[in-house]
């Protein structure tokens, strides 16, 4: 992904929100593909990606994308009872962060990302982070969804390999795991998100829908952590 993709709309849309950067925290369970989407993002290898079952992702950090736009990068959840106790504390920190401009305090992180691992059945992990972690501490316009691995969704059947894309089963495949993810998501957690996006960070494919996803839904107003 270039750099200075939408660079303009992005530009604006934080000026209406008087935002800069924003602040795009980027969770999920362990090995849905969070550091591979910051590389793919970024073009380079921002963050190191596990493999085996290794989660490689151990605290927090963040990466700019540009003046605009900041990510920060977070272990998974779903490797054991006690670590996720300590990685929902960490997040549970994180999101309550501040920043301070012009002497007021705002809450540091602006949106969250939750990435999806569209190869797995099991949503059951991302709903208790949504649920325990995530929607008690920020409001739930600010949760988008975004289901990666599109590639293996069928475990890697219907995935054309000339065109480096689904073929019409796979996509029609995809779009409906994307309406059910929402519908689910709203039945389990409440929250109604906007349809998700599914991309690949392996195979680099839709990575600007999800770009757009977080462009077009910037929050108008900076966040308030005291209400
Ligand atoms: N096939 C496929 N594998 C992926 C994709 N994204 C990530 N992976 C693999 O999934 C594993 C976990 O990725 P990682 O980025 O470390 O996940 P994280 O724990 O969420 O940060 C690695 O082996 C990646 O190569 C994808 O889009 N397609
Ligand atoms: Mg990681």
């Not at 925290?25 to 362990?30: D, E, H, P």
């Not at 605009?68 to 549970?92: C, H, I, Q």
């Amino acid at each position: 992904m270039n750099s200075v993709y939408r660079m303009a709309d992005i530009d604006e849309n934080l000026r209406i929100a008087g935002l800069r950067p924003l602040d795009v925290l980027v969770v999920g369970g362990t090995g849905a593909g969070k550091s591979s989407t910051l590389n793919t993002l970024f073009q380079r290898e921002v963050a190191k990606v596990g493999n085996e079952g290794e989660p490689e992702t151990m605290s927090v950090n963040s990466v700019r994308l540009n003046n605009l736009m900041r990510f920060w990068d977070t272990p998974g959840l779903g490797d054991n009872v006690y670590k996720d106790k300590g990685y929902a504390k960490e997040l549970v920190n994180v999101l309550y962060r501040e920043c301070t401009i012009s002497d007021k305090q705002y809450g540091l992180i602006d949106t969250v990302l939750v990435i999806l691992d569209g190869s797995g059945r099991d949503l059951g992990t991302t709903y208790k982070l949504l649920n325990e972690v995530i929607v008690p501490n920020i409001q739930t316009d600010r949760i988008l969804i975004a289901i990666n691995q599109a590639d293996v969704a069928m475990k890697g059947r219907h995935w054309n390999e000339t065109w480096d894309c689904p073929d019409n089963v796979l996509h029609e495949f995809l779009e409906q795991k994307a309406a059910s993810v929402q519908s689910r998501i709203r039945e389990a957690t409440g929250v109604n998100v906007v349809k998700p996006v599914y991309y690949s960070a392996e195979r680099n494919y839709n990575v600007e829908k999800l770009l757009d996803m977080i462009i077009d839904n910037i929050p108008r107003e900076r966040r308030q952590l005291k209400m």
